[in-house]
């Protein structure tokens, strides 16, 4: 038998819309939007259900606002990849990918992504920003030559 954690959930992350499933009922999965009132209240609905531990999709970057707006509010984030809470194939509905992955992180078969910290979240972004100037530098030399050969 599987010991389950009543306090996990779990996100389907979307660009438009995240469902939140705190347990495996139908009821149990609400449906929010992606702006900053809507975390906020996703927050407040998690805490409303007792909800501790919260795992989600690294999916595009439509998850970095969550996970800090979540943070925020005191939850332990599990910021998995997606390949690890693939479904069975079939009718496949953001309201059982949130079910699945609640179900998966309350009988604690979900994993972590690694996630940088904030120094190195920043040096990584002055390293990005200098190899894009780098690379425009590149361009624009090689197309100067290119038509000083014409």
């Excluded at 975390?39 to 259900?49: A, G, M, N, P, Y």
């Excluded at 609640?102 to 390293?127: A, N, V, W």
Aim: net charge positive.
């Amino acid at each position: 038998m599987d010991i389950i954690n009543p306090h996990c959930a779990g996100i389907d992350i979307g660009s438009r819309s995240h469902f939140v499933a705190v347990g495996q009922a139908l009821e149990d999965v609400k449906e929010f939007g992606v702006y900053a009132d809507d975390l906020t209240e996703i927050c407040l609905h998690l805490k409303k259900h007792g909800v501790t531990s919260v795992a989600m999709e690294s999916t595009g970057n439509y998850w970095q606002n969550l996970y800090v707006e979540l943070e925020k509010h005191g939850l332990e984030v599990t910021l998995v990849n997606g390949k690890f809470t693939k479904n069975i194939k079939g009718k496949k509905t953001d309201v059982k990918d949130a079910r699945w992955i609640q179900k998966l992180h309350s009988i604690g078969l979900l994993t972590g992504s690694f996630l940088p910290d904030q120094t190195t979240e920043t040096l990584r972004t002055f390293c990005r920003q200098r190899q894009n100037m780098l690379d425009l530098a590149t361009k624009a030399s090689h197309k100067m030559q290119k038509y000083l050969k014409l």
